[in-house]
């Protein structure tokens, strides 16, 4: 790939993590309506497990892309995430039967350690960043271009 075409890619999968508005966004903004430095602490909490996972999925997917002992993993990891899936759809539904009376303060308000601790913490085990992250460092890796073999150094824009 050209540096345009990997910048491009790049992109494309931070804006497939950071866009959807869901309940950590949520929270974000939450956050931000009460206390601003704690919204940005929190802001910057997400963005810090989205990075984590970014790295991590970088290293492993740039390992599992070019290791040929690391190619029969793809089935066990789809496997894990349909297994993760289907242990947060039932923990969704069950909440929902049990639904308890919203909580009036923001816990975190006030203080933004806590702030982004908290929303690092909610962040980083969700299951759709890691998928995204992960599918796209493999398929970054084992899909190189004519001018790029196997190898990182060889993957790289010269100039």
């Known amino acids: ?31 931000g309506r009460h206390d601003w430095p704690s919204g940005v602490a929190a802001a910057s ?4 497990a989205d990075l984590t996972w970014a790295i991590v999925a970088v290293a492993g997917g740039a390992l599992a892309g070019t290791h040929p002992l690391l190619a029969g993993l793809q089935t066990i990891a789809k496997t894990l995430l349909v297994a993760i899936g ?14 308890r009376a919203p909580v009036a303060a923001m816990p975190t308000a006030g203080q933004p350690g ?5 929303l690092y913490g909610l962040t980083l085990p969700n299951p759709l960043t890691v998928a995204i992250f992960t599918a796209s460092a493999v398929d970054m890796v084992s899909a ?3 001018a790029c073999s196997r190898t990182w150094s060889s993957c790289w824009p010269s100039g």
């Open 1 to 31: 790939m050209d540096t345009w075409t990997t910048l491009g890619s790049g992109v494309a999968v931070g804006l497939a993590v950071a866009l959807p508005l869901g309940p950590i966004g949520l929270m974000v903004v939450a956050l």
């Open 45 to 48: 909490g997400v963005a810090a």
């Open 86 to 99: 289907v242990v947060l759809v039932a923990r969704g539904l069950q909440q929902m039967r049990h639904r």
């Open 114 to 118: 806590r702030a982004f601790a908290a």
């Open 144 to 146: 190189p271009t004519a």
